[in-house]
């Protein structure tokens, strides 16, 4: 079987739409990534974050307005997102570095409090891996996934990808919420939180 080319980044500028709807579905997304923040600081004590698949950095900034005093990390595969992430978070203090999400080698065990991993499983080959390498670092982790078949049908909604049936380009797996949730329970992580933002879900589990 033909390996499929990784994608780098995002096709399109998700944070900075200008279509009413889909700047409508991001701030529902966003909004839901930030209760979850709040439901942290209820139960830990953040002074490390750790971003995996960073992007344009855009989480950071938020990361940042919830937990001003807490060390943050970010890593990404490509080196052009994390060059943007870096221009985009040149206020902030970031320590940044090119890793992949399936072997996070830099990283120790348990060295996060907070591990954020948002929009980059579906894009693993071995998402499994993913997961643990999650796990491993950190204590407790956001992370969030689109809904399917339901991203695709939007897709296809708005003509986009339609020679793929709807998939994004780059998007390797896909998940339902009770696959995906199922996932997690084989891996022996407990939901604390979970949101539907649709077209994505978005869970706050324990990594220890």
């Known amino acids: 079987m033909q390996k499929k080319p990784f994608v780098e980044g995002n096709l ?3 944070y900075n739409a200008k279509n009413p709807v889909s700047k409508y579905l991001m701030q529902r997304f966003l909004r839901s990534f930030e209760q979850l923040l709040v439901e942290v600081k209820k139960q830990e004590r953040i002074t490390t974050i750790c971003e995996v698949g960073c992007g344009e950095g855009e989480l950071l900034k938020i990361l940042h307005t919830h937990f001003p005093k ?3 990390y970010a890593c990404d595969l490509a080196s052009n997102e994390i060059a943007k992430a870096k ?3 040149q206020e902030l203090k970031v320590t940044f570095t090119q890793q992949n999400a399936e072997s996070l080698h830099i990283y120790a065990d348990q060295q996060f409090d907070l591990v954020v991993c948002c929009e980059v499983l579906e894009h693993l080959e071995q998402p499994k891996k993913g997961l643990a390498e999650l796990k491993r670092i950190g204590r407790t982790a956001v992370v969030s996934v689109p809904v399917e078949p339901l991203w695709r049908f939007l897709n296809l909604l708005r ?3 339609v020679k793929h049936l709807g998939n994004t380009p780059g998007h390797l797996n896909h998940w339902s919420t009770d696959s995906f949730q199922n996932l997690l ?3 022996s992580l407990k939901v604390l939180q979970s949101k539907f933002p649709l077209p994505w879900q978005m869970y706050l589990f324990e990594a220890k």
């Open 12 to 14: 399109e500028d998700k």
């Open 87 to 89: 221009c985009n978070t």
């Open 185 to 187: 329970r084989k891996r």
């Open 70 to 72: 807490a060390k943050l």
């Open 159 to 161: 003509f986009k990808y």
